[in-house]
């Protein structure tokens, strides 16, 4: 079991950055992929960044490629999204995940919330103009 809890949220001006923090609890964090999602009103939740179980593979919507970093310390076991020069259509509530036993140990990054077997409570961002 891991349970993820997210903070860092908040309310920022357009143009203005953010980091987002996902504290993990669970001896299976630091094996496995993570993923931030996010949901806007009224729009299906879609993903945002994917990071391996190592940090080595990362993949970003194209969105927000260039301005979100997501990275992880797993000495921590936290994740991070680092959200730069933000726009008013950032703002959502911004989801972590922790990927399922298919993603322990793998290279790879994994996209989509298939993959994904724990989540945390989301963290609201809103980006004003």
């Known amino acids: 079991q891991v349970q993820l809890v997210e903070s860092g949220g908040g309310l920022v001006q357009a143009g203005g950055s953010l980091r987002l923090s996902c504290a993990a609890s669970?001896?299976?964090?630091?094996?496995?992929?993570m993923g931030w999602f996010r949901q806007a009103p009224g729009k299906e939740r879609e993903s945002v960044a994917a990071i391996s179980w190592s940090g080595g593979s990362t993949h970003y919507a194209d969105s927000v490629k260039g301005r979100f970093t997501i990275s992880r310390d797993n000495v921590k076991n936290t994740v991070y999204l680092q959200m730069n020069s933000l726009k008013p259509e950032d703002t959502a509530v911004y989801y972590c995940a922790a990927g399922g036993k298919n993603t322990w140990y793998s290279g790879s990054y994994y996209w989509g919330e298939a993959n994904y077997d724990y989540w945390g409570q989301g963290t609201q961002v809103t980006v004003s103009s």
């Open positions: 669970g001896r299976t964090f630091s094996r496995s992929a």
